[in-house]
């Protein structure tokens, strides 16, 4: 089988962002490829022509597997399981016997460890020759001897991404049972636990009186030539453990259990790059401490393990081995297809419930994105829409008579307005998922949001609903703040959608008004308390008012506001209206939002206030590459809604397809909803206004 670049002529979006310039440096042309779309994949495959489809996991097996079978038969379909049967094998879960399904549906399937293999092979029946053994490759590393030595180092450190449920588990039995035992004969040692997308039960072990630091996603693996000792004692999952390995790779020794050295050639003492067979919480500690305190065994250690890292992990050899393997699966296909039963068994039409599942999603999919493109090109032609989205239909356009114009009488109208969508609005924050005593909460602020004086469109509650919504199907929790609260308009839903051990954080000048140059809006606290009083009901540890300039405070001090030592998932920003108060605000909002988090920027587009697109399109041209930097998701209703760029996709696919917005536009390298402007865009004015309370004032 011979490499060979082909070039692509066809129409797909190139990736934008992440690795996609590294894999192109190693002459990989890459992609996007949309899900659920079978003529545009078709399309694909009858341009590429492969000899063979790698699935990233059995979710994806799941997805494309059939349309390859079909479009592509002389293709070689092969699984990757990474990581096969992340939990204890059980022949009543869903997950493995979807797996398992997948495995023998494929030509062959990849593992990384003998474990597996064994496993696949004896335990499960798989035909030894649809198994093939892929371990992972390493480049060389550097000598020993330039690598920081035994005195260099200090500290303990875990490394692991916290969705991976067996590296949660090690957290908690650490956190737990484990370091405090450690603590006590090591006292000048620190635990240091880094993984991405930390879950609140994670956040909240982090301790530094105990010297347990929780600290998140690791900025960069070479953190682990600074650490003496990896220490992660696992109590289950399969295969070799990726951490061993880069561990080995930076000249770091391993502490871990029987079940974290499995797979790695661990046959006692001496043998491995650590130790590695403890089974109990006893022998774990002890391990720990006297790997942390004898030079001779860490070093020792040390290079077993970057003996081992050659051995087990050698690229070159490695490469050759797997490829010799497919080459051969290639050239006795159709052989093999023949003589597989069970793979066979499982193509039969009875058994193909994820082709059927995948078409019918094609099919929704397809049907709401035609209604998409269909309100945008009726708007472009000036007609009215035959298709509104959810919340065109109950936010129709305001009249529209000059800006400056709308006198309070049309704002009335607009109250009135308000009140009359109040109920439209229940489906939609019904169909976030929400519990009901929030779903509820929401719609009682909906039909009320007029008695509060500013500028938060209730047609904003649902998209409000449904950030929340996926945060907490993704485990994601912290706290919520808002810059500029005003008299609390837009800070009360996020009031609203608090959970336990959250706090609101309100930060605003107030009456202080030498704190506010541009005269953007003049918050009353008085007000602000009695809204907040009256439509949230906090109680006081939930709660943090900062009354002050936001450009003084850093986002140590927005964290440390809040008193519970996590960063916030929702971050709103209507400070400062100048560019300069803007960039600093987002600053400070990027720098305490947790990963995934979502913040929320004021008035980018809104004509009264230039300096805010100004300070936004700054503060998005300085901000680092790469997965971690924020950008847009939605516009909707004069407010921008900015994820990290690893959780962007998310966000937006759960928008269209939950509150289908008015047309989708690419900005900043990425493709943004686009909900409608809503009145508030025209009711602004740098001159003076009607607020919504006089309005109310004047109707009684």
């Known amino acids: 089988m011979q490499h060979e670049e082909r070039p692509w002529s066809g129409e797909w979006e190139p990736i934008i962002g992440g690795y996609s310039d590294q894999l192109r440096d190693a002459a990989v042309s890459v992609y996007t490829c949309p899900m659920n779309r079978q003529q545009a994949f078709a399309a694909m495959l009858k341009e590429v022509d492969p000899d063979v489809c790698i699935f990233d996991r059995f979710t994806t097996e799941e997805q494309f597997g059939f349309m390859v079978k079909q479009l592509s038969p002389r293709t070689l379909r092969v ?38 293999q064994q496993l696949l092979v004896h335990q499960y029946h798989v035909p030894s020759t649809k198994v093939a053994l892929s371990r992972w490759y390493y480049p060389e590393p550097i000598p020993l001897e330039e690598c920081p030595s035994f005195h260099q180092r200090r500290h303990f450190v875990t490394i692991g991404n916290f969705r991976h449920a067996p590296n949660m588990d090690s957290v908690e039995w650490l956190a737990q049972e484990v370091w405090d035992k450690v603590a006590v004969e090591l006292p000048e040692a620190e635990m240091h636990i ?113 003996e081992l890292t050659g051995e087990l992990f050698a690229r070159t050899r490695n490469e050759r081995e797997l490829l010799a393997v497919v080459d051969e699966a290639l050239a006795l296909r159709e052989e093999r297809r023949g003589e597989d039963a069970q793979g066979c068994m499982l193509w039969h039409h009875s058994n193909r419930s994820t082709e ?89 602020y909906a039909e009320n949001i007029h008695q509060v004086a500013g500028f938060f469109e209730a047609a904003l509650l649902p998209l409000y609903a449904h950030v929340h919504a996926l945060q907490l199907a993704d485990e994601i929790r912290g706290n919520v703040g808002e810059i500029g609260v005003y008299r609390g308009r837009s800070f009360i839903p996020l009031c609203l959608l608090l959970t336990e051990t959250e706090v609101a954080v309100a930060i605003d000048c107030f009456e202080n008004q030498e704190a506010n140059p541009d005269g953007s809006g003049v918050g009353v606290r008085a007000e602000f308390d009695v809204n907040v009083d009256r439509f949230a009901s906090l109680p006081p540890e939930s709660l943090r008012v900062l009354q002050g300039d936001s450009r003084d405070l850093s986002p140590t001090e927005l964290m440390s506001a809040a008193g519970n030592g996590q960063g916030f998932r929702i971050f709103s920003i209507d400070g400062g209206h100048t560019a300069e108060a803007t960039e600093v605000d987002l600053q400070n909002g990027a720098g305490c939002l947790l990963e995934g988090g979502v913040l929320v920027l004021d008035d980018v587009f809104n004509m009264d206030w230039p300096g805010v697109g100004e300070g936004f399109h700054s503060f998005m041209q300085m901000q680092d590459g790469g997965d971690a930097r924020l950008v847009p998701f939605a516009i909707a209703f004069n407010k921008v809604f900015l994820t990290h760029k690893h959780a962007h996709s998310q966000y937006l696919s759960h928008f269209l397809h939950a509150v289908p917005p008015r047309k989708v536009v690419d900005i900043f390298g990425v493709k943004v909803a686009v909900y409608e402007a809503g009145w508030i865009t025209a009711f602004h004015s740098n001159d003076t206004f009607t607020t919504v309370s006089q309005v109310d004032a004047g109707a009684q």
């Not at 979807?98 to 399937?109: G, P, V």
């Open 194 to 306: 880094y993984g991405a997308y930390p879950p609140k039960r994670a956040m909240q072990l982090h301790n530094p009186k105990r010297r347990l630091h929780v600290l998140g996603r690791a900025p960069s693996l070479d953190l682990l030539y600074d650490h003496r000792v990896l220490f992660s004692p696992l109590r289950y999952g399969a295969g070799v453990k990726g951490k061993v390995v880069d561990a080995w790779w930076h000249g770091l020794p391993v502490v871990t259990t029987l079940i974290g050295s499995e797979g790695m050639e661990w046959a006692g003492e001496g043998s491995w790059g650590g130790l590695g067979g403890a089974v109990d919480s006893s022998t774990v500690v002890s391990d720990a401490v006297r790997m942390y305190r004898d030079e001779q065994l860490w070093e020792a250690s040390q290079l077993r393990g970057r």
């Open 79 to 116: 699984l990757d399981t990474q990581d096969a049967m992340e939990v204890v094998p059980d022949t009543s879960s869903t997950m493995l016997l979807r797996e398992l399904a997948a495995i023998f549906r494929s030509d062959l399937s990849l593992v990384v460890s003998p474990y597996e």
């Open 356 to 444: 059927f599942f995948s078409r019918w999603v094609e099919l929704k999919e397809s049907l709401i994105e035609k209604d998409i493109v269909d309100a945008a090109a009726a708007g472009e032609a000036g007609a009215p829409s035959s298709t509104e989205s959810p919340l065109q239909a109950v936010t129709a356009a305001v009249p529209k008579e000059g800006r400056r114009a709308l006198s309070a009488g049309a704002r009335a109208t607009e109250v009135q307005r308000e009140q009359q969508q109040a109920g439209a609005f229940a489906a939609l924050l019904s169909a976030s998922g929400l519990p009901a005593s929030q779903v509820q909460a929401l719609q009682e």
